[in-house]
């Protein structure tokens, strides 16, 4: 079965955006086992929308298609679809009743140019947009599945989630069924990854993927079977062997991230968390305060980013930062127990570095970071030295901090310092 | 003449990563006034390789492809381009040196699948690669230019500025020679924006393009003339007109953020700066410390997400804030002046609102927020109401502050307060 995903727009054409609704689509076909075998963008030009959809129509069972649904001039995508396959175009009553509804909830009127919206070729199933005022639509034609989706993302992937992989699973039903999983990791790379998990999955109805999302990598395991029931056994039984093995090197799962990880923790156990931050500048308290609801555990943080602030805000002593100098084990250590005293919190995380591009010396290079970790029973701190750049090295420091109290709160060890200094292969020579 | 894009790989067919070199190479062709026809992705699989170059040399001028030039098995796209077109591989011994050169800089030895790095079609012209092992290649067949690059977005971006593009620009050197500028601005949206400039650029030969990057409006004049003089002179022309239109709506061009344009401000000045954060939650000071060399004027903020921090850290009286609220005129102004004394700084701005999506109520809405900004003759703040989500209130909200800095130190007034309130019509109804 040939899946093809085909995106339509003249700000593709001139680079305006980056077009992220490919990768969307391919990855959530990849839950239905269809992997993706051409992926085409046009501007758009009637003609080349046209031709588009003809050449799919002799290739490809399933084609996917996104943009060109809006109320104006260039939004043509349905009006072609019709006539590149000899059909007329039919009014939907119901949409248009919806993109009116839709407009009374924002207290407005309709344009006269989005009725254009309610149109479709004879023969289409409409799909609901519950989200936006563009329906998409499915459309048989020969032997291809044509299904017209809006390009705005939010509304793109409810769609896809909703309507389009339903149907499509329905329809290819007798392919057997398929589960997958994303498995979120810290502090290891990916090949060590792969190598610790290289007799796991060792059944052919199982597959690893992995993918790089710095600082993270991620483990996905798809797993199939004849039916949903056998398919999610399967899933479980690779994931719990996955987790045996990587232990709290998995931080979590699916969309969570490690800073909604860690909120979620400190509600569980009840605990408060303030951070003092110098090189990440203010990047952990953002991360801790951009969860909703952060506020039941969050309460602030101070941003020592000249050595005179970490005296006045944080009472650390001048001696101490004139004899160990600003980025050392003992100032990291003093900011966090500062700060957790001043914001009256059972934890409190620290960081303090050289991001870079200057600063760095011999004895302290570029890439040395302190984070440190304090709490009633006193503090501690640990030390890394990488080899990436300033937005690099800061949102890894960040990432320790947080994976380091998460870590706390599970009762585990925090990894290993110089862990992750190893540096890597240069970047050169893969073609991709 | 019609350009198009190719870029192979079976990561992209998975949607392991959004491929972002298509809007890349496409916007570094508009500067020779070359607009994308078709952009196109297919897997490692050399029939469809084989099938997209056929295709493309039937229909374009200028093809650009990009990935499969590594040394793995997977990597075949050279191969298949000498395959496509019936052209025997030859050995090119400068890149063989070349390649075995990198990998002796980093103190390790070629490994004997690098060699297939060095075989191009017969026929065709080397394109070094000064920063990977994989060189590129130019192959001229029949009609169409085909350029072979990396995918590796550094390497790609090299080579196609320095190899590509000149060669480009000499071969089609009859088409004149295009200058194009970003405009960046703040405040205004983008169909106010396109009134105001309705009567620039009438002159057929200047363009203006406009493009929404949240929660900023760009504008791309584009200008083309006989030679590079005539149209640097066009494009100076209708920048000069935009910027006496926009004014200080204007805050940067290129590349410059807004934080990095608030920057060069202070430094210029010779003026210290620290935050007051509650809504958006160590936001602000991360964007001022992300500049590298920030702590020329960067001393530091305080996060007082937790009523109590404002007492506690920045000395806010408990009675202003259970008379007012948070999120008041009275308390913003309170942290604004508080924190500009205890950093000992020239300048001090602070935050408070409800970014949601729990936590308003009638009078005080989800998306108020209250910006305050303290210097040595005292403190002013201003409200305004945001139709946003919790990301974006919390990113607007960031820029407001750092617009406002920017137009003090310009000494422009602050954006009109409320200005950016109204509602922009719903998310839903374009296609695209």
């Not at 069972?61 to 349905?78: E, H, N």
């Not at 989706?149 to 329809?171: H, I, K, T």
């Not at 483990?219 to 199939?224: D, Q």
């Not at 990432?399 to 190893?422: F, M, N, S, T, V």
């Amino acid at each position: 079965v040939n899946a093809e995903i085909l995106t339509i727009g003249d700000e593709l054409m001139r680079g305006e955006i980056v077009d992220s609704n490919k990768a969307r689509l391919a990855e959530r076909l990849l839950s239905l086992d269809l992997e993706t075998r051409f992926q085409t963008s046009v501007g758009d030009d009637p003609e080349d929308i046209a031709d588009a959809f003809r050449r799919a129509a002799g290739r490809s069972r399933v084609v996917l298609v996104s943009g060109g649904l809006g109320p104006t001039r260039d939004d043509i995508t349905v009006e072609v679809l019709a006539r590149s396959f000899g059909r007329e175009l039919v009014l939907h009553e119901p949409s248009l009743e919806g993109i009116r509804a839709f407009f009374a909830r924002f207290g407005r009127t309709m344009a006269a140019n989005n009725e254009k919206q309610a149109w479709f070729p004879e023969g289409a199933e409409v799909l609901p947009n519950p989200v936006g005022t563009a329906p998409g639509c499915m459309l048989e034609q020969g032997e291809s599945l044509f299904f017209c989706m809006p390009g705005v993302p939010r509304e793109l992937e409810l769609m896809m989630d909703e309507q389009v992989l339903p149907r499509l699973g329905a329809r290819l039903g007798r392919r057997g069924v398929v589960r997958a999983m994303l498995l979120r990791t810290f502090g290891v790379g990916e090949s060590t990854l792969d190598e610790m998990l290289r007799d796991v999955a060792k059944d052919g109805d199982v597959v690893l993927g992995f993918r790089t999302a710095f600082p993270d990598n991620y483990v996905r395991p798809v797993a199939r079977g004849a039916s949903a029931e056998e398919a999610e056994a399967k899933l479980a039984r690779v994931c719990q062997a996955i987790r045996e093995r990587l232990g709290p090197i998995i931080y979590g799962s699916g969309d969570e991230t490690l800073e909604e990880v860690v909120g979620r923790l400190l509600r569980e156990h009840g605990l408060s968390v303030a951070v003092a931050e110098s090189c990440t500048g203010g990047l952990l308290a953002e991360r801790i305060s951009s969860v909703p609801g952060a506020s039941d555990y969050f309460r602030g943080g101070v941003v020592a980013y000249a050595n005179a602030a970490k005296t006045a805000l944080l009472g650390v002593p001048e001696a101490l930062l004139r004899e160990h100098g600003a980025v050392s084990e003992a100032v990291a250590r003093a900011m966090a127990e500062a700060v957790r005293e001043r914001f009256g919190t059972d934890l409190a995380v620290a960081t303090t570095g050289i991001s870079g591009p200057g600063g760095g010396s011999a004895e302290k290079p570029v890439g040395l970071v302190w984070v440190a970790l304090a709490r009633e029973a006193g503090s501690q701190a640990r030390d890394f030295v990488f080899p990436f750049d300033r937005p690099r090295h800061r949102l890894v420091t960040s990432q320790l901090a947080l994976d380091w109290l998460r870590r706390l709160l599970l009762g585990e060890e925090p990894i290993a310092p110089r862990y992750l200094e190893r540096p890597r292969p240069p970047g050169g020579g893969e073609g991709r």
